[in-house]
């Protein structure tokens, strides 16, 4: 069963990253080419059983600013990575390779 990314807030991503081991969180902002373009793989990604582990989200940037500068946002798109409600690693990621690499290492 493919797993859906879920569409998050402030508010609920406090409470869903304690609720889940492992998060991945996208922060897109609507102008942004990159954000679109890594779109698809973000997806694909998100139904690949080797990550079926891991809660996929999706923020956007300028309407979550207490998360945003939690992870000292510096543009999009931005991800960033929780372990058992704890930042991991956080970044702008420009790639495909990069989003793999962030996955790979919260598993």
Known sequence: MP???KESND?????????????IVKFVDEACAVCRQLAP???????????SDVTFVRMHASE????SQEVKLTGTPFFATYRDGTLRECGV?????????LLDQLR
Do not use: H, W
Not at 64 to 67: L, T
Not at 93 to 101: D, P, Q, R, S
């Open 93 to 101: 990621v420009a790639t495909e390779e990069g989003i793999k690499a």
């Open 3 to 5: 797993m859906t990314i």
């Open 11 to 23: 508010d609920e991503l406090r409470q869903l990253i304690f609720e889940k081991e492992k998060v």
């Open 41 to 51: 793989c973000f997806t694909r990604f998100s139904s690949d059983p080797t990550y």
């Open 64 to 67: 979550n600013p207490v998360s």
